[in-house]
């Protein structure tokens, strides 16, 4: 199956522009046309006895001038890897200007004139100028974001067939509709169909990323990412399972881009969004909802165990509690250096959780300085909120902090 994801280039993608037209110019033609032209005038007299002037027309093949203001720009983009020098997208930008306009000719009937248009360029700087301007707009569109062509194979068991055939003709709800209440027997029959279904949600996040509409791709990306843990749960031999949580963690970091950016446009135009950019959310190896995916039962039990713990303090735990829930881990049979492993990435995530809940705090208080919260603000603070990882109940614990009326 193929599917375009929207990608945003990183840091070390460098972006390659290499202008191959740049041409415009102001000429001349004629032509021979039909135009409805004087060709003199006589008398007559109306009811009264009253004589007036008349003109005569007539169409006639005729040549006419005609102004031609025209201009071309072409230019390569690519995005190139600065690590690998591989070419990650290439795509020709490429725009024309061509207008005309009748500037002479014979008398037309009616004192009708000829002349320039309004808007036609007549300076060949200024064609230019307006190609070139286009031309930039479209290679920023792409250093915001350009197409991946992804390619992924579909479990093929007979119980799945009717699924993968929706699939195929691009219609991936309907699959998604279908493998979610398909029956299967077997355990790597479920493996196959949690595998499929990780796709269906894999496919609509990137059609949601293309439509703009990023929370219905977040969501369907956290649906993908838990369907495909659970096909490794269940048969974590099979190669094409393998790649698929690291696959979606990148497009959640892409995603996470392109949420930042639209919540900061959001902010700018409610007009009370903080002076500085909006900060995106620390950078975190587990996640900050839900349970990192195909750990050992044991070692889930004791990370719930510790997070219990962790989650009950107003800041970080000191050494003694540490030492603490180290010496807790063999009740749960789980190893030294596992426990650390587990103390310490637990305990990163209680401090990215907290460091969220002082910059939804300033976010808010921001928003909130004149006292009303706007439809237009909410939209920009749930945003905030889903890309900080926060819960309704711990943003309505700081938002009623503040005194402030909500506008229907």
């Known amino acids: 199956m193929r599917e375009n994801f929207k990608l945003t280039p990183s840091a ?14 102001l000429d001349t033609t004629t032509r021979s046309e039909s135009v409805n032209v004087h060709v003199g005038e006589h008398t007559e007299k109306d009811k009264k006895g009253k004589t007036k002037r008349v003109e005569d027309c007539k ?11 025209s201009g071309h ?14 070419v990650l997208m290439s795509q020709l ?8 306009s009748p500037i002479g000719g014979p008398p037309k009937c009616g ?34 974001g350009f197409d991946e062509t992804r390619e992924v194979l579909l479990a093929v068991d007979d119980e799945l067939k009717p699924g993968n055939a929706q699939a195929s003709a691009g219609n991936w709800q309907a699959a998604l509709d279908t493998w979610t209440s398909v029956a299967v027997r077997s355990s790597a029959a479920e493996a196959a169909r949690q595998y499929n279904l990780g796709v269906a949600h894999e496919a609509l996040a990137a059609a949601g990323m293309h439509s703009g509409e990023l929370d219905a791709a977040a969501s369907h990306l956290s649906q993908a990412q838990e369907c495909y843990a659970q096909a490794l749960q269940l048969d974590p031999d099979e190669k094409y399972f393998r790649d698929t949580l690291t696959r979606t963690e990148g497009d959640r970091q892409l995603l996470q881009q392109e949420m930042e950016q639209a919540s900061a446009e959001d902010a700018a135009n409610a007009g009370a969004a903080p002076c500085r950019p909006a900060p995106a959310a620390a950078p975190l190896a587990i996640p900050l909802e839900g349970w990192p995916p ?3 039962n044991t070692t889930h039990d004791y990370r719930v165990y510790v997070r219990t713990r962790l989650s009950a303090l107003p800041g970080q735990p000191a050494d003694a509690l540490k030492q603490e829930l180290l010496a807790a881990a063999g009740d749960y049979s789980v190893k030294p250096d596992e426990a650390q492993r587990v103390l310490d990435s637990e305990t990163q995530r209680l401090a990215v959780m907290q460091r969220n809940l002082d910059q939804y705090r ?47």
């Open 12 to 25: 070390p993608t460098l972006l390659q522009c290499t202008l191959t037209d740049a041409t415009a110019s």
């Open 59 to 69: 169409f006639r093949t005729v040549p006419v001038t005609y102004l031609l203001s």
């Open 73 to 86: 720009v072409a230019m390569d983009v690519k995005a190139l890897d600065t690590e690998t020098q591989g």
């Open 93 to 100: 930008v490429e725009h024309a200007y061509r207008q005309e």
């Open 111 to 144: 004192g009708e004139s000829y002349g320039v248009q309004h808007g036609q360029l007549q300076d060949p700087l200024a064609i230019l100028g307006l190609l070139g301007d286009q031309a930039v707009n479209d290679t920023l569109g792409l250093a915001a």
């Open 294 to 296: 195909g750990e050992p």
């Open 362 to 408: 300033e976010d808010f208080q921001a928003a909130a300085a004149d006292g009303l919260i706007t439809s237009e603000k909410r939209q920009m603070l749930r945003k905030r909120q889903q890309i900080l990882h926060l819960s309704d109940a711990q943003v309505k614990a700081i938002e009623a902090k503040f005194g402030f009326q909500e506008a229907n």
